[in-house]
């Protein structure tokens, strides 16, 4: 997809565009629900382009076209593209709908894409207008016959040309375009409800994240920190990685919890080969009352079906036990490599590779069981002393921080609030 960064756009013609034609993706085939579905990606495109009063905008039946007026075009596409339930991009020129502007357009919208010698090209005319005097198979003629006199060193190629031009004629105008940027699909963000994710400070889960908000899910984030065995760099690689999935949302609202004593409860009682079954359950039993506080539907990790002693499938069956909520798992049959270019893809890789440690992998047994016992779990677990207390106790510590895409919001002992009380400073 190449949504990264903007140094990827492929779009030579971005210099020429004053238009942005805007597709949408899969959720066109919803039938009855497809205008609801417009309505928010409409909704959402509004929002994004709010910096630039001079942009218009114009809805049209599966698509959205995007009147730059003077605004940059590049930053502009970039950040649509990243925009979820858009499938592409295209950099238009517009023309009035009259023979000869169309082919002064179209030349000069070649001459941008300055095409090598021996490129193959073809032009595909479309007359939406019927008014138009020409029709379309007689305009692929008037214009492609200009464009090969100015341009010798093009070859036609009907079939499978290397760059071909679209004209569209309109009643309002018309449009002419060779390339299709990709977007990321999916569903309008929020279309399908809401969900919690539990982030760490790896690699998985912010794909997992990123995976979740594709199919249309609003996404929060909750992150288990435990002091003094996690440091604020390790935290604070948390929020940078919420910032970047913000990206593509707006803003994420992130759920910080102590974890400290929930997950010392578990340390000298002889079972450290349950040690990361115990945590795990812990975690899906906050996050549980944490979603039905925020209105969440479903929880959301970033595990993978193998990948560690926790995610054999016997392990992921007794960890998910802890919560009646349904148990989201995006990555579930994607190995490591598949993970980390969608990481680098979406832009948070970086960010996870910083050897900054998280409470995941604290208390972690030279011998992790792969094959837990569930009856013997929730016997441990029952018998553990204020266990019930310390679960509520982390709930109602829990801050909560709205991240958004360059802000710089930080938790409130960092601001100078609660300092002593968590035992920063």
Same mark, same amino acid.
């Given at each position: ?179 299709? =940027?990709?977007? @990321?699909? %999916?569903?309008? #963000? &929020? ?5 919690? /994710?539990?982030?760490?400070?790896? +690699? ?92 969440? =539907?479903?929880? @959301?990790? %970033?595990?993978? #079906? &193998? ?5 054999? /499938?016997?392990?992921?069956?007794? +960890? ?106």
């Amino acid at each position: 997809m190449n949504i990264h960064s903007p140094g990827q756009v492929p779009g030579r013609s971005l210099q020429e565009a004053d238009t942005l034609l805007l597709r949408f993706g899969e959720f066109t085939l919803k039938g009855k629900n497809r205008v609801r579905f417009e309505k928010v990606i409409y909704r959402q495109v509004r929002e994004m382009v709010k910096p630039y009063p001079q942009v218009k905008l114009l809805r049209e039946f599966g698509r959205i076209y995007v009147a730059l007026n003077g605004a940059p075009a590049e930053p502009l596409a970039e950040a649509l593209r990243k925009l979820f339930g858009i499938a592409s991009v295209s950099p238009v020129r517009t023309a009035d709908s009259e023979l000869q502007a169309i082919i002064e357009a179209a030349r000069s919208f070649m001459e941008a894409l300055a095409p090598e010698p021996g490129t193959t090209f073809k032009v595909n005319a479309r007359r939406v207008d019927k008014a138009f005097p020409h029709g379309s198979q007689e305009l692929n003629r008037l214009v492609s016959g200009p464009i090969l006199q100015q341009f010798g060193h093009l070859r036609v190629d009907v079939h499978h040309p290397q760059v071909e031009l679209r004209v569209e004629v309109r009643e309002n105008g018309t449009y002419l375009f060779c390339e299709n =940027l990709p977007g @990321v699909g %999916g569903f309008p #963000l &929020g279309t399908n409800g809401k969900a919690l /994710l539990l982030l760490s400070g790896g +690699i998985d889960s912010p794909v997992a994240g990123w995976s979740a908000m594709r199919r249309g899910l609003e996404v929060e984030c909750v992150h288990f920190y435990s002091y003094p065995y996690t440091s604020r760099e390790a935290r604070q690689k948390v929020i940078d990685l919420t910032r970047r999935l913000s990206r593509y949302a707006g803003s994420v609202t992130l759920h910080l919890v102590p974890f400290t004593e929930v997950q010392t409860a578990f340390t000298g009682i002889g079972q450290d080969n349950l040690m990361v079954t115990l945590m795990r359950r812990a975690m899906l039993r906050i996050s549980t009352r944490l979603a039905e506080r925020e209105g969440a =539907l479903a929880l @959301v990790t %970033g595990e993978s #079906l &193998g990948q560690v002693a926790s995610q054999t /499938l016997p392990s992921m069956n007794v +960890i998910g036990r802890a919560t009646d909520l349904p148990l989201l798992r995006p990555l579930v049959t994607m190995d490591k490599n598949e993970i980390i270019a969608l990481a680098q893809e979406i832009g948070t890789y970086e960010t996870s590779i910083l050897p900054f440690e998280d409470c995941c992998t604290l208390f972690v047994p030279k011998s992790p069981t792969t094959n837990p016992n569930l009856r013997i779990v929730e016997r441990i677990e029952a018998t553990l002393p204020g266990y019930e207390e310390r679960l509520a106790a982390a709930v109602g510590r829990t801050e909560t921080l709205c991240i958004t895409p360059f802000g710089n919001e930080r938790p409130a002992d960092e601001a100078g609030e609660s300092a002593i009380d968590e035992g920063w400073f």
